[in-house]
């Protein structure tokens, strides 16, 4: 967890910094705030404190009494400077290294790591100055989160690129920025989410698969550098930003996606929950119901995995193995079977892990025999934990 310096300056966005206080605090991060006067027009010092659970650094506190000075105190405090909302004013001073108000002189008196959220009017973001000033600051290794398109706020404006980010997702940037960069430079292919095996236009055979613990594979891979792209079955999930996603429905379809996607990977992780059968036949017409008893036939899908075992070069590869009972043996018969470097097995009827839950609980099957049984965790730690195996085979 960080020390993190949230930092607003003057928008209506500056409205949202107490849920981002509250949110990076539940997160575990120690946080401090500043905010600039026209930041103080929009929110009170009073809410921001509250949210902060501290003081608020305003330019009045600049220099203390006792001769302290505030922008050295700050600068040191902060892991992470997070400016939000950051107006084009206070980009284009930190490119340029003015200093004469107190966030300005936080940043340029070395603050670590500084992040931005910008928040205008889209032509003030599009404006070649902003985005010179946006690219000097990269250049110099701060982060720009957003802005992102919708309605923005000015009366009479309609939609542009210009919004600051959601608290929720500035939390995630934050997150991603801060993470160590261990898996820059591999190309990673994820599979989550069920398959939906379709009967007619309107009926079909799936699984309670929620796409979670694929997702969170993703996440976490793009955190930690990978480039990384997901193909998943239906879920509710909204698209992972950073990641290009693939959404197909049936097992066909997710082996041709992952089969065009293949040659380009280095690591895949399988973790969709490929439906076994498929009907012998899809009606073109919703079949009406008829008051008789029926019989469905099904056809078997393709063992996507197993095919792709098949041309594995020096991939790594990573299964899944939901189970009940003699688990592991089965699991270590499929590792080899598919020719996997990791097999992560499951177990299914446990309260309150695997299918749809945020938490898992498993087993890691190495190919050179090693067992590691994990606690129960966050699908987020359990994906961490892959991705260390991963790495490790991957650099091998
Ligand atoms: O053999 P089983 O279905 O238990 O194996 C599970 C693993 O194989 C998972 O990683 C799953 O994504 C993958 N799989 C597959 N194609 C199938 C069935 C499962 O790739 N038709």
Redesign the pocket.
């Known amino acids: 967890m960080a020390r993190v310096l949230v930092a607003a300056t003057g928008g209506v966005a500056a409205i949202k910094v107490p849920h981002l206080l509250r949110l990076l605090r539940a997160a575990g991060h120690e946080v401090r705030v500043l905010a600039t006067p026209r930041a103080l027009e929009f929110v009170t010092p009073l809410s921001l404190a509250v949210a902060a659970g501290g003081e608020v650094a305003t330019e009045e506190a600049w220099f203390r009494p006792d001769g302290r000075a505030l922008h050295i105190e700050l600068a040191r405090f902060a892991d992470v400077v997070l400016v939000a909302p950051a107006t084009a004013d206070a980009l284009a001073k930190a490119a340029l290294g003015l200093a004469d108000d107190l966030l300005s002189a936080t940043l340029l008196a070395g603050a670590k790591r500084v992040a931005w959220a910008p928040a205008m009017n889209q032509a003030m973001w599009l404006a070649p100055q902003t985005q010179a000033h946006v690219e000097r600051l990269k250049a110099l290794g701060h982060a720009v989160f957003g802005p992102a398109y919708g309605p923005l706020a000015a009366v009479g404006e309609g939609e542009g690129w210009g919004r600051m980010l959601e608290p929720e997702e500035l939390v995630e940037r934050l997150h991603a920025f801060l993470t160590p960069k261990d898996l820059q430079g591999l190309r990673l292919l994820v599979?989550a989410g069920p398959t939906r095996e379709y009967l007619d236009p309107v009926r079909f055979l799936s699984n309670p698969s929620s796409g979670r613990m694929g997702y969170a594979v993703a996440e976490a891979a793009r955190d930690r550098g990978a480039e990384v792209v997901l193909v998943t079955g239906p879920t509710c999930l909204p698209d992972p930003w950073g990641v290009e996603v693939v959404r197909v429905e049936s097992?066909l379809e997710m082996r041709d996606r992952l089969r065009e996607r293949y040659p380009w990977a280095q690591g895949v992780v399988?973790?969709?929950?490929?439906?076994?059968y498929r009907p012998a036949e899809v009606l073109a017409e919703k079949e009406p119901k008829v008051e008789a008893e029926r019989t469905l036939r099904l056809v078997p899908?393709?063992?996507?995995?197993?095919e792709l075992g098949q041309e594995k070069g020096d991939k790594v590869l990573v299964?899944?193995?939901?189970e009940t009972g003699e688990g592991l043996e089965r699991a270590k018969g499929?590792l080899w079977r598919?020719n996997l470097d990791l097999i992560v097995l499951n177990w299914v009827n446990r309260e309150g892990v695997g299918f749809g839950s945020p938490e898992n609980e498993v087993v890691l099957l190495l190919k050179d025999g090693r067992i590691l049984e994990l606690p129960r965790m966050s699908k987020r730690q359990v994906a961490d934990r892959i991705l260390d195996f991963v790495k490790e085979f991957w650099q091998a």
């Not at 399988?270 to 076994?276: C, H």
Request: without cysteine.
């Open positions: 599979s097992a399988m973790a969709a929950a490929v439906a076994d899908n393709p063992d996507i995995l197993k299964g899944f193995a939901m499929k598919k």
